[in-house]
């Protein structure tokens, strides 16, 4: 029998959780290995002493605690810091008594940004069924809205519309158009226009939804951001047609067909930019990815390069893509090579051999820096291999 079967057997006889079934807890019968009596399977000494700290410790709280009646909470009895929480010693480390309950009774190591929250609100309560995983900003938010510090709805000093009105703006949405629907319930359009988009009264839940719990409309944006993959290729054919829309035709370049020019979104380099499934890109890398790449984003180390060498240009046929060593090519051929440009490099590597590196230094006004990084091969390779 392997090992999975015995996993899945022995979890159903002993009714036990535990973490993955290719972890070896069970060991077969000694003198059948196809043997499945309990009584002759055993259980790995590991595994055997988790489950014994686990009860004990389980003994342990239940000796040091009290259980309140009214709440159902078990109150812890022994130490507690100054915030109130339970601590003592668990496997020769000062913890807190509810997080390594949870742990422990879990078969988890929690990471460092997730806490174990108390759904009680009692802090010293360490009952299992009372404790809950969650963020500092889910426990922030609820400690704020028990205490009423929480400052939203009719609360803010900016509002100007009760709950209910806020509520019956919210349950109107699709009923009509958004100015109707401001006349009607006497405020402002934008009123509308911001409880439609979550912008305001975002907490307040529309007809039949469930509780969203701790999200304000921002978290939900950026949930939405990190959830969300790639672009589809309906977001590249939606995309491709407002470029071909807002793009013009200007004057033809030597021995080329005439440019596609795109002004919109300029960066202060002279690129295009436009937006594609909520993120704003470069446009003539778009054109390439849909053109060039089968609609999908092109990998980190792939260029979008231009032949007519005009950044906002987004014709097809003026675009391929490329690698990083291309690119830095066409710079230096187009004369836009940062620090010193090739001639200098090449004059610096031809008097290699015949001058010291402080004659070249000052003979071309140049640091020794950059003459012993030319010589050494440490920049502008390309020469080296031209020389070669």
């Known amino acids: 029998m392997d090992i999975d079967t015995l996993c899945t057997f022995v979890k159903d006889v002993y009714e036990e959780e535990y973490e993955g079934n290719r972890r070896r807890i069970v060991f077969p019968c000694l003198n059948n290995s196809f043997c499945v009596d309990p009584e002759h399977l055993s259980i790995s000494k590991k595994y055997a002493n988790e489950e014994g700290q686990r009860k004990a410790f389980v003994k342990r709280i239940e000796r040091n605690s009290i259980r309140d009646k009214s709440t159902g909470c078990l109150l812890w009895q022994k130490g507690l810091n100054e915030d109130g929480y339970a601590r003592g010693w668990v496997n020769g480390r000062c913890r807190y008594i509810h997080r390594a309950l949870w742990e422990l009774t879990n078969y988890r190591t929690l990471s460092k940004n997730i806490r174990v929250r108390h759904k009680c609100k009692n802090r010293h309560c360490v009952a299992i069924d009372h404790l809950e995983t969650g963020t500092d900003e889910q426990n922030s938010y609820d400690d704020r809205l028990r205490d009423g510090t929480l400052i939203r709805g ?14 019956a703006i919210k349950d109107s949405k699709g009923e009509g158009i958004q100015k109707e629907r401001a006349q009607k319930f006497g405020c402002s359009r934008m009123t509308v226009v911001n409880i439609d988009a979550g912008r305001s009264w975002g907490w307040l839940l529309f007809r039949g939804e469930s509780d969203p719990r701790y999200e304000t409309h921002r978290t939900k944006a950026r949930n939405r951001k990190r959830l969300r993959g790639p672009p589809s290729k309906e ?85 391929y893509v490329g690698t990083a060593a291309q690119n830095a090519k066409d710079k230096r051929k187009r004369g836009r090579e940062r620090g010193i440009n090739s001639e200098l490099a090449s004059d610096i590597w031809k008097l290699k051999g015949v001058n010291t590196a402080k004659e070249v230094s000052n003979l071309l006004n140049v640091s020794e820096h950059i003459v012993y990084h030319i010589w050494s091969k440490k920049s502008h390779k390309y020469l080296h291999a031209d020389s070669e």
Request: charged share 30%; net charge positive; aromatic share 8%.
């Open 235 to 319: 977001d590249y054919e939606r995309t491709m047609k407002r470029i071909k829309s807002r793009m013009i035709e200007e004057q033809k370049v030597d021995g080329m067909s005439a440019c596609f020019i795109l002004n919109q979104g300029l960066t202060t380099t002279g690129y295009a930019r436009i937006s594609i499934a909520s993120k704003v890109r470069r446009a003539h890398r778009i054109v390439s990815e849909y053109y060039y790449n089968n609609a999908t984003e092109l990998k980190e180390d792939q260029f979008a390069n231009h032949h007519c060498d005009v950044r906002n240009c987004v014709r097809k046929e003026h675009l």
């Open 154 to 167: 009719s609360n803010h000093p900016n509002s100007k519309i009760s709950e209910d009105i806020a509520q």
